[in-house]
């Protein structure tokens, strides 16, 4: 389910590349997991401090374990519970022709959604992936609500529902430093 708005040119490949490319830099280990959960939970932080804006426009699932997104899932399950090794970005190919296209990345200058993205890894990058699940299944969520539903595997994630849990768990980190 998509939202009305979406203004911005991005795939999950772009988010999971900028994360990805956080945790190289910060020698921070990220396996396939983690960074399904870190792109989820971005993408639901999007829709709350951007206005409704989706992040991307994929269709997010619920799966046995939680919220999927399937082409992030499918480009590195390779890496099973390993961590995804540097220089490992998802890329563009070119099926005609097999070859590599590009590496997608978010624009330097998209500032909205770097604050996002950059709020987002502080926030979850220490995380593994039990806590994150943690944060991403728990009862009244999108997914669950999503899975429990009798829908099952494979139903889509309501924007809307995404859009209140993360609200909920914005609120709680912002009351969280308030009282540090």
């Given at each position: 389910?998509?939202?009305?708005?979406?203004?911005?040119?991005?795939?999950?490949?772009?988010i999971a590349n900028?994360?990805?490319?956080?945790?190289?830099?910060?020698?921070?280990?990220?396996?396939?997991?983690?960074?399904?959960?870190?792109?989820?939970?971005?993408?639901?932080?999007?829709?709350?401090?951007?206005?409704?804006?989706?992040?991307?426009?994929?269709?997010?699932?619920?799966?046995?374990h939680g919220p999927?997104?399937?082409?992030?899932?499918?480009?590195?399950?390779?890496?099973?519970?390993?961590?995804?090794?540097?220089?490992?970005?998802?890329?563009?190919?070119?099926?005609?022709?097999?070859?590599?296209?590009?590496?997608?990345?978010?624009?330097?200058?998209?500032?909205?959604?770097?604050?996002?993205?950059n709020a987002t890894?502080?926030?979850?990058?220490?995380?593994?992936?039990?806590?994150?699940?943690?944060?991403?299944?728990?009862?009244?969520?999108?997914?669950?609500?999503?899975?429990?539903?009798?829908?099952?595997?494979?139903?889509?994630?309501?924007?809307?529902?995404?859009?209140?849990?993360?609200?909920?768990?914005?609120?709680?980190?912002?009351?969280?430093?308030?009282?540090?």
């Amino acid at each position: 389910m998509t939202t009305e708005k979406n203004n911005n040119p991005y795939r999950p490949a772009h988010i999971a590349n900028y994360i990805l490319w956080k945790a190289w830099k910060e020698n921070i280990e990220i396996t396939h997991m983690k960074l399904i959960k870190l792109v989820y939970i971005a993408y639901g932080w999007n829709l709350v401090i951007n206005d409704d804006q989706t992040l991307f426009e994929e269709d997010i699932l619920a799966w046995e374990h939680g919220p999927v997104i399937t082409s992030i899932y499918n480009e590195f399950k390779k890496f099973g519970n390993r961590p995804i090794t540097k220089g490992n970005y998802a890329a563009d190919f070119n099926i005609e022709t097999g070859e590599l296209s590009s590496v997608p990345i978010v624009s330097e200058d998209d500032s909205d959604i770097l604050k996002v993205l950059n709020a987002t890894w502080d926030n979850y990058k220490h995380k593994n992936v039990i806590q994150l699940s943690k944060i991403t299944n728990e009862p009244k969520s999108a997914w669950s609500i999503a899975y429990d539903n009798g829908k099952g595997r494979n139903a889509k994630l309501d924007n809307k529902l995404i859009k209140a849990s993360s609200l909920e768990v914005i609120n709680g980190l912002v009351r969280k430093s308030k009282s540090v």
